[in-house]
Structures are given as C-alpha cells and as structure tokens.
C-alpha cells in the first residue's frame, strides 16, 4: 500500500490549529487499508479535504491486474450515481446565473415533450420527484435490439431520451420521490436547451474549470483517458446471471457506454478532485448561501412527505447526530462515495474499481472521517 500525506504549506501550518498536526494519519491508513483487503477490491484510493484543502490521500493495490499497474494519486475511477450531486451543482450554478428557471415548466425549454412531462420542473427531476421510471427488466434484456442499455450507441441527448421519454410515469410529477438516473437524463436535455451547450462543454465551464478538477470529465469508452482504472467484477455476477463457468473470482467488467447517463452515472475523477469537489460544497461560497440551502435542504412532496435528497445530494445524520451530505455510486466495475461533514468542513471521497464493492461504503467512508472528526 502507498499512501500519502499532502503536507499544507508553511504558512498554514502556521495558522492551523494544532489539531491538523496531531491527527493521526496512521489510524487513517490502517482503516483504509482494511477496507481493501477484507473485500479483495483490486484497487482503492480514497481523499480526505478539511477547510478546503486536501491533506491525506490514500493508493492502495491495482488499477490494472493484467499489467499489474498500482494505483496511484492520478487514477481515474467511475463515480457511478455520485456524477448527480456534481449535476445538481451545476444546474444551480446555471440558475444562479439566469440560464435556467429551476421551478419553471421544462416545456418552456423543451416543447416538443410527451404532454406526461409538461408540467414538471427541473427541481422535481433533480430531487428524483418527476415520476420517471428507474432502470427496468428490459434494459438489461440481451435480446433486445442493441443489446443492453450499457452497450448501445448514443450518438446524442435525444437518442438517449429515447430510452424512456414516451414511457407512463410511475406517479405523478411532485407527488411522490421515486430514484431515477433517467431524470437527471431529462435533467441534461433541459440544461442543454437552456444553454445551447452541450452537457459535457457546461461541466467543464461551470464545475471542473472553476474548481481546478482537472480529472473530472465523462468516463466515454471511445476516448483515451489518462490514468483511467480497469474495472473489474466478482465471476459470481455472471456466473449468476449468464450462467457462465468462469475460473478464478474476478472478470474484466463488460463494456459500458454511458453516454444515456453523463448526468446520472458516467462521469470520471480522482479521489482527490472528487473530495476537492466535496470540500467546494459544504459551505456557501461556490454556491450562494440561498441556492446552497436549496441545494442541502430535503424537498418536500406535494403530499408533505420530506424526501431524503434536497438537488442530488443524500441529507441525513449520522449515529452520532452528526449533519452529512452524501451520494454513493454502484456500476460495473465501480463502487464509489463521496461523504461531507459540512460542521467539521470535512470531505471523503472512496473509490473502488470492483463492482459493488465495499457494500455498505457510505459506512466505510464514515470510518475514513472519524479521527477527523475530533
């Protein structure tokens, strides 16, 4: 295992609080590296921002088991689900700045729409209440034309709208929250009017630029990305579910095209721009203070039901009583997180490139933070 200490500059040191210096770092890697070894993930890297800065990162095992390539501080990992909080982010920055009405109809933006999704608002769509369907049986159907979701050619937003778009809503608009990746699609399609930009052109200009996250880009299987991880899955997956006789416990993870999803689930990055990323959110600053409350906030439902999310972001407490924003994210050969104690101005970000591992890594990230925590 490498891992690594970011040393603050000498005038920081300086201005510090002494707790910076006596937090024990050791403890930090011990559980760090637990996590690898007791779910045999292949490769892990995992960051720690506090006030801003980064100040532990940690590389553990693999990023390629066939040319036995370890992991390091510039790996790229899937973020999987968590590529909706830095959406969410990014739709709020362009209402901020005029481009966008996040309680206005999307038909304003979008006219030619199924009349199902006339009403509903970016809002809705961002904390999962615009009634679309999640993921179904028949995306995941090999005999269907194109083969599965994952594996399809989406040259643009609309063939990507295609999927979904013309589909009854499981409830409607604002009445109920329902989790959805093909939301934050429509979500993209609304923002891409909006603007006249492209998704992709409106993360670089409002998000990765702006924060320095140079890693952060979409996980596209046509393009070469620097330092991106292979991904891998447990053989039982397939075993399982194709009925396949494997040998050995991990397979190369099938080829995913993400393009449906940038918004959603198909973004890459550093654990360390992820946690920078994080550290960005747990204050206003990046955000103004109202659209951050908005953003941090849990929505409510036409029914008065609190739901868990406020725009993209997980709202909750911890055992200890402990504010936390999160999102984690599950993909073939990913299993990622990103936590932030907005109280303490701490950020983790975890990554893995074994598909659903560590199961419960929300907890693991919250064992990460703790002798951060005081």
């Known amino acids: 295992m490498r891992t690594t200490l970011i040393l603050l500059t000498a005038a920081l040191l300086a201005a510090a609080s002494p707790s910076y210096s006596q937090i024990p770092a050791a403890e930090t890697d011990a559980v760090f590296n637990t996590i690898r070894t007791e779910n045999h993930i292949p490769g892990?890297?995992?960051a720690i921002a506090v006030d801003g800065e980064v100040i532990w990162t940690g590389e553990s095992g693999l990023a390629d088991l066939e040319n036995n390539l370890p992991v390091s501080l510039e790996s790229r990992f899937r973020l999987g689900s968590v590529s909706k909080v830095i959406t969410a982010t990014l739709a709020a920055r362009l209402a901020e700045s005029g481009h966008l009405d996040l309680d206005a109809p999307i038909s304003e933006y979008l006219p030619d729409l199924p009349a199902q999704h006339a009403?509903?608002?970016l809002r809705q769509l961002l904390g999962h209440q615009g009634g679309i369907r999640h993921y179904g049986r028949s995306d995941f159907n090999l005999s269907a034309p194109g083969g599965l979701i994952d594996q399809r050619f989406y040259p643009d937003t609309s063939a990507a709208l295609s999927l979904f778009v013309q589909d009854d809503l499981v409830s409607a608009p604002g009445?109920?929250?329902h989790y959805s990746t093909f939301g934050y699609t429509l979500a993209t399609a609304v923002m891409e009017a909006a603007t006249g930009a492209s998704?992709?052109?409106l993360l670089e200009t409002w998000i990765a630029?702006?924060?320095?996250?140079?890693s952060l880009e979409s996980d596209d299987p046509f393009a070469l990305r620097s330092g991106r991880v292979r991904f891998y899955d447990p053989a039982m997956l397939y075993e399982q579910q194709l009925g396949l006789v494997l040998s050995g416990p991990?397979?190369?993870?099938?080829?995913a095209n993400p393009a449906y999803k940038w918004a959603g689930g198909g973004l890459l990055a550093s654990a360390a721009d992820l946690a920078r990323f994080g550290a960005a959110m747990s204050e206003p600053g990046f955000l103004s203070e109202r659209m951050h409350s908005e953003l941090m906030t849990p929505q409510i439902t036409a029914l008065a039901e609190v739901t868990p999310v406020g725009l993209g972001w997980n709202i909750d407490q911890d055992e200890a009583g402990r504010l936390r924003y999160h999102h984690a994210g599950l993909q073939q050969g990913t299993r990622s997180v990103l936590l932030v104690y907005p109280e303490y101005g701490v950020a983790i970000a975890l990554m893995s490139n074994l598909g659903g591992m560590p199961q419960d890594i929300l907890e693991e990230a919250a064992g990460l933070a703790a002798p951060w925590l005081g």
Do not use: E, R
């Open 44 to 46: 892990l890297s995992a």
């Open 119 to 121: 009403d509903t608002t």
């Open 175 to 177: 009445s109920a929250y």
């Open 199 to 201: 998704y992709l052109d």
């Open 209 to 214: 630029g702006p924060l320095g996250l140079d």
């Open 250 to 255: 991990l397979v190369n993870a099938l080829p």
